[in-house]
């Protein structure tokens, strides 16, 4: 579920973690909205995207190290 959309950020929470995207120029998603995995949240401004995850109390001192693979439909740079 999107928890916080706009400003060039989206929040995604599932299973009590906060998954942060930052850095949109384009937003795609409300807040509110129910998103699986590769669902469109928006577009990067420019030439890289910024992920964290937070764990509650979800503040910025409150993030990890990420978990994941990136989805089929991701594309890596670098």
Do not use: C, M
Request: cysteine-free; overall charge negative.
């Amino acid at each position: 579920v999107v928890v916080q959309a706009g400003a060039g950020e989206v929040v995604v929470e599932s299973n009590a973690i906060w998954h942060v995207y930052d850095h949109l120029g384009d937003v795609t998603v409300s807040q509110g909205e129910t998103v699986e995995t590769g669902d469109r949240l928006g577009a990067a401004a420019g030439t890289y995207l910024h992920y964290e995850e937070r764990v509650a109390p979800y503040e910025a001192d409150g993030h990890r190290s990420p978990q994941f693979d990136l989805h089929t439909n991701a594309r890596r740079y670098g």
